[in-house]
């Protein structure tokens, strides 16, 4: 039976959970000194997301809209449209006012994709760089550039603070970016899949994918806010491991399967249990935000599975549906929740 419940309901017991907190707390003394060696910094010279204030001159809103919907998650089409990063504002424009700002890489990583086919994205001109934080692959993203840093290659490594690109506004959206909203798209993700470019050809043969692994289908997003304002508010004490284990339930659920790329690759988001490490693993209990993100990943022994279904949903917090409902992955029918459409497709596309 599915319930409805408040974060972190339906995991592990009280043992367990003090183990995971110890293990988190050990991993957060090295986290500590990793994050004082690679903050994250903001892509731009723009800074007035640090001002009291100052959020409408640092955010780009829709037209017509407020600063609100240049911010991350569920800000647009009345709560029901997912925006993955931050629309920054630009500082400075040539004499046709075109933006001219720099884009800078947000930390010490290597260049993995550069697109230079506008036409080809939303994103138009974009960039992504990887990073390693605290055994965490991060991957920062640059979207709407107007030009791409002259020699700027994949494989490429980068320094925090280096140039990468100039602001502007490409896009391949039907409402074209105007002069006033020029902005840099900037993410920071998770990566979901090595192979998604596999899962996409063979759930949707008749669409193309034009950017391969580096889709932006298979990078979800974190709020890059939170994670700049938390490091901006505690400096060294910032902690990206511990920001992700905080993250607010959406749904809780079981995945009949134990072998996926996203086990190796965040495999510091999996948290020990006895029963599973005596009995053997049969399946994966994940926590998903909002977003889709499974910040939390529990072994699961067979003993501890009831339903047979490759999934089973355990538990949803009704109060992060309604807070954050855009990314459809469970509905309501009735008195009973079950995985939507868009959330067997997550799963299908992070399981593959």
């Known amino acids: ?30 986290a500590f000194s990793a994050a004082a060696q690679q903050p994250f910094q903001l892509p731009t010279a723009n800074h007035a997301l640090f001002e009291p204030g100052g959020e409408e001159k640092f955010f780009v809103g829709t037209t017509g809209k407020p600063w609100t919907s240049g911010c991350f998650g569920c ?24 933006p001219t700002d720099t884009v800078r890489a947000t930390a010490d990583g290597t260049v993995v994709y ?32 107007r030009g791409i840093q002259p020699g700027l290659k994949i494989g490429q490594p980068v320094k925090a603070g280096e140039p990468i690109a100039v602001m502007g506004r490409t896009s391949n959206t039907r409402e074209s970016i105007s002069k006033e909203r020029a902005h840099v798209h900037f993410e920071l993700n998770l990566f979901v899949n090595d192979r998604f470019s596999s899962w996409f050809k063979k759930t949707s043969p008749n669409e193309r994918n034009d950017h391969g ?9 974190i709020d890059p806010r939170l994670v700049l304002m938390g490091e901006h508010d505690l400096g060294d004490k910032f902690s990206l491991l511990n920001f992700l284990h ?9 995945v009949r399967k134990t072998n996926f790329p996203w086990l190796k690759r965040y495999a510091s988001l999996i948290h020990p249990n006895p029963v ?8 994966y209990e994940l926590a998903l935000n909002f977003n889709g993100v499974a910040f939390e990943v529990i072994p699961r022994a067979a003993s501890e599975i009831r339903g047979k279904g490759k999934y089973q949903l355990v538990s949803v917090n009704e109060a992060e549906y309604h807070k954050n409902p855009c990314r459809r992955l469970v509905v309501q029918k009735g008195s009973r929740w079950e ?3 868009h959330g067997i497709e997550a799963l299908d596309m992070l399981t593959y």
């Open 75 to 98: 800000v647009r089409s009345d709560g029901w449209q997912m925006h993955e990063g931050l629309d920054i504002r630009c500082l400075d424009r040539d004499k046709r006012g075109e």
């Open 276 to 283: 599973a490490e005596k009995e053997g693993i049969a399946g």
């Open 114 to 145: 550069i697109n230079t086919r506008s036409s080809l994205s939303n994103y138009g001109n974009y960039i992504v760089v990887q990073h390693h934080v605290e055994g965490l692959e991060i991957d920062s993203l640059y979207a709407h550039l």
């Open 339 to 341: 995985l939507g459409t």
């Open 213 to 221: 692994e580096w889709n932006g289908q298979n990078l979800l997003g």
């Open 246 to 254: 905080n993250q607010n339930d959406l749904c809780r659920v079981i």
């Open 1 to 30: 039976m599915v319930t409805s419940t408040a974060r972190h309901s339906g995991g592990p017991g009280w043992c367990a959970i003090l183990r995971r907190r110890a293990a988190v707390s050990i991993l957060s003394l090295a």
